[in-house]
């Protein structure tokens, strides 16, 4: 009977280019830790330039986009308000809330949004914190309100999810991690 060729120890086994039914290789560069990487050992992340596109760029959409979803989540609000044939009944829903409950919680919610996304579009420093609250209770309210129109709440919620990290990665230039905690 012949030996499986698969199973043979020896330069064959390495000579494999696939690499199935192998396990770890001991090799030059791999260390004892299993997160240490194959060319070394792995160094520090490098930190957000706060002047890069990517960054500033976010924050910028982020501004515009908080700016449209409140003036869309404030004229939800009313058409809640004004006609309740826009939504239809949902039956029976753990979180139910009249229509009229959630067209106060859109206008309300959608006003402060659209103006903190004025304010980061603004260049107005307490705009990025209150942006990443008024987010988050947005992407909160959508998600309660899926029911009633899921695909708008579940692109919403995604929308809401960008702009809480542009909002987050942003570093002003002359922003040091300890300043929160000096000071003046």
């Known amino acids: 009977m012949s030996e499986d060729p698969s199973r043979a120890a ?28 194959g060319d070394g050992p792995a160094g520090r992340a490098p930190a957000p330039d706060p002047d890069s596109l990517w960054v ?5 959409f982020a501004g515009v986009l908080m700016l449209c979803q409140g003036v869309v989540a404030a004229l939800e609000g009313i058409a809640a308000l004004a006609d309740g044939d826009v939504y239809g009944d949902v039956g029976e829903y ?3 809330i009249s229509l009229t409950g959630w067209g106060w919680i859109h206008l309300v919610l959608g006003v402060c949004v ?16 209150t942006g990443i609250v008024f987010a988050s209770l947005n992407l909160f309210a959508h998600f309660l309100f899926l029911p009633y129109a899921p695909l708008w709440s579940v692109v919403v919620i995604a929308l ?3 702009v ?18 000096r000071r003046p």
């Open 10 to 37: 020896g330069p064959s086994r390495a000579a494999d280019p696939s690499g199935v039914g192998q396990g770890p290789r001991p090799g030059p560069g791999q260390g004892d830790t299993p997160w240490q990487r």
């Open 94 to 96: 753990v979180y139910r």
């Open 160 to 162: 809401d999810i960008f």
């Open 114 to 129: 659209a103006v903190t996304g004025a304010g980061l579009l603004k260049g107005a420093r307490w705009a990025r914190v």
């Open 56 to 60: 500033t760029g976010g924050v910028l």
């Open 164 to 181: 809480i990290w542009a909002l987050a990665a942003y570093r002003d230039p002359g922003w040091a991690p300890g300043d929160a905690l």
